[in-house]
T-cell receptor, first 112, second 111 residues
Framework: ETGVTQTPRHLVMGMTNKKSLKCEQH?????MYWYKQSAKKPLELMFV???????ENNSVPSRFSPECPNSSHLFLHLHTLQPEDSALYLC???????????FGEGSRLTVL | RKEVEQDPGPFNVPEGATVAFNCTYS??????FFWYRQDCRKEPKLLMS???SGNEDGRFTAQLNRASQYISLLIRDSKLSDSATYLC????????????FGKGTKLSVKP
């Protein structure tokens, strides 16, 4: 069983849809992250949570809404997305905010 | 602007070669540095942390030059299995959890 699990692995949605990405970590870590990976661009940090409190929000459009109900789960709620939001969304966790990141396999999102 | 710059490559080298990757970062207050490895269609994984005094892990050596804001990764005796994209990662300034990734350098080791 992988330490960080993401669902769904693939998602296709229209610009008017509302969907959510889910991440679960089984490592007992205290910090969780959302990153966006697009072709020919570096991984972009979107959100950071530590002990269920958001500690970083890198100017992400409001059409992306994170939720961290407990230290093991992280969601990314999506609504009225644009085609340029199509990318691989990677969730990660770490023991604390300075530690090694453990990534999930990602959710491949396509916005039509 | 948060910048971590890497030569994108690709670096195409024969087995057994020594190859070096460089990375520069723009925030002089950054304190923690890492190299991650990402295989094709896989998630990134930590390769090694980079310490001020430099550190070695088998065939891999990482160096940090704070004055020049420069990090390097040296791979000796390259193996086919070293083929991957190598990502330079910087904990930005004095921030918490703000890990900034470079675009990565692609390495292809040929027989």
């Amino acid at each position: 069983e992988t330490g960080v699990t993401q669902t769904p692995r693939h998602l296709v949605m229209g610009m008017t849809n509302k969907k959510s990405l889910k991440c679960e970590q089984h490592l007992g870590h205290n910090a969780m992250y959302w990153y966006k990976q697009s072709a020919k661009k570096p991984l972009e940090l979107m959100f950071v949570y530590s002990l269920e409190e958001r500690v970083e929000n890198n100017s992400v459009p409001s059409r992306f809404s994170p939720e961290c109900p407990n230290s093991s789960h992280l969601f990314l709620h999506l609504h009225t997305l644009q085609p340029e939001d199509s990318a691989l969304y990677l969730c990660a966790s770490s023991q604390d905010l300075f530690g090694e990141l453990f990534f999930g396999e990602g959710s491949r999102l396509t916005v039509l | 602007r948060k910048e971590v710059e890497q030569d994108p490559g690709p670096f195409n080298v024969p087995e057994g070669a020594t190859v070096a990757f460089n990375c520069t970062y723009s925030n002089s207050a950054s304190q923690s540095f890492f190299w991650y490895r990402q295989d094709c269609r896989k998630e990134p994984k930590l390769l090694m942390s980079v310490y001020s005094s430099g550190n070695e892990d088998g065939r891999f050596t990482a160096q940090l030059n704070r004055a020049s804001q420069y990090i390097s990764l040296l791979i000796r005796d390259s193996k086919l299995s070293d083929s991957a994209t190598y990502l330079c990662v910087v904990l930005w300034g004095g921030s918490q959890g703000n890990l900034i990734f470079g675009k990565g350098t692609k390495l292809s080791v040929k027989p």
